[in-house]
C-alpha cells in the first residue's frame, strides 16, 4: 500500500486534450492521450487524497478513480475548473489546452460547395486556465501546479522555454515534459523537471507515468507540507 502522506488533501486533476468544435462533426484536437493526469489522479487517490479528475476526450480505463467530471471544448474544462478551484488545496493542469478555437461555430455541418474552394476558419484565442487559476486563488495556500509539454532539441530550449513559462503562468510548480520523436504524447514513459514559479529546479523524474505521478506528488508535498497535527 501506497505511504498514506496525501490524507485528506482535496485535488482536482484536469487530464486529455480539448477539442474545439469547427461544427457539429469537426474539431480541432491534438495529440493527448490523457494518461499522464489520470496517472497522477489514481497516485493522489492511492496516497490518501480526495481526488475529481476533470477528462478531456479521454479514452483510457477509468476503473477505481471516484470522482470524474467530463468535458470536450476548452470552455467546459473551463467552466469545471473554476466551479471545482474554490475547494481544491492542490490544483493539477495536466490536460493540453488548445490555444485557439474557431470563433464561429455554425450549428449544422459546413458544406462542401463544388467549385469552391475552402472556406477559411478564423480562430481566436483561448483564455488561459492555468494562468487564470493561479491568479485568483480558490483559497489561500491552495498549490497549483501546470504542465508544460516542450518540443525542441537536446540543447537545452527545452529547458528555457519551461522555465520562461514558469515565470509567466503564476503556478507554483510547473512539470516540464520534452514531446515529439516518440516521447511524452501517447507513451508509456515520461522524462520530467519540475520547477517553482521562479523557473528553479526542484526536482527531476524518469520513469512510467505512475513513477512521474509520484515524484509530482512529492514535489508538492515539498513547497506545501500539510500542516503539523
Ligand atoms: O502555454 P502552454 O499551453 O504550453 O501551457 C501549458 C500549461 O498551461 C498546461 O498546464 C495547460 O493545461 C495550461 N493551459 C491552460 N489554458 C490554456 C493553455 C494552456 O490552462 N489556454
New binding site residues.
Given amino acids: 500500500q501506497a505511504a498514506q502522506d496525501l490524507t485528506d488533501l482535496r485535488v482536482v486533476v484536469?487530464a486529455g486534450g480539448t477539442r474545439e468544435p469547427i461544427d457539429p462533426v469537426r474539431f480541432i484536437g491534438n495529440r493527448s492521450s490523457g494518461r499522464q493526469g489520470i496517472a497522477l489522479a489514481r497516485a493522489a487517490q492511492d496516497r490518501g487524497a480526495r481526488v475529481t479528475l476533470v477528462g478531456a476526450n479521454l479514452s483510457e480505463p477509468l476503473d477505481g478513480l471516484e470522482d470524474v467530471v467530463t468535458v470536450g471544448s476548452?470552455a467546459e474544462l473551463r467552466e469545471a475548473m473554476l466551479s471545482l478551484a474554490p475547494d481544491a488545496d492542490v490544483v493539477v493542469?495536466?490536460?493540453?489546452?488548445?490555444?485557439f478555437r474557431p470563433a464561429h461555430t455554425p450549428a449544422s455541418k459546413i458544406k462542401k460547395v463544388p467549385g469552391q474552394g475552402p472556406a477559411p476558419i478564423e480562430l481566436v484565442e483561448?483564455?488561459?486556465?492555468?494562468?487564470e487559476l493561479a491568479r485568483d486563488r480558490g483559497r489561500p495556500g491552495q498549490v497549483v501546479v501546470?504542465?508544460?509539454?516542450e518540443t525542441g532539441d537536446a540543447s537545452g530550449d527545452v529547458w528555457h522555454h519551461g522555465r520562461a513559462?514558469a515565470r509567466r503562468?503564476g503556478a507554483d510548480l510547473l512539470v516540464i515534459n520534452p514531446v515529439g520523436h516518440g516521447k511524452g504524447f501517447g507513451t508509456d514513459t515520461n522524462e520530467v523537471t519540475i520547477v517553482d514559479a521562479q523557473g528553479e529546479t526542484v526536482a527531476q523524474a524518469q520513469g512510467t507515468k505512475r513513477e512521474v505521478a509520484d515524484a509530482v506528488w512529492d514535489a508538492v508535498l515539498k513547497v506545501s507540507p500539510p500542516p503539523a497535527a
Fill in positions: 484536469s476548452t493542469m495536466t490536460a493540453a489546452v488548445a490555444d483561448n483564455p488561459d486556465i492555468l494562468a501546470g504542465f508544460a509539454a513559462k503562468k
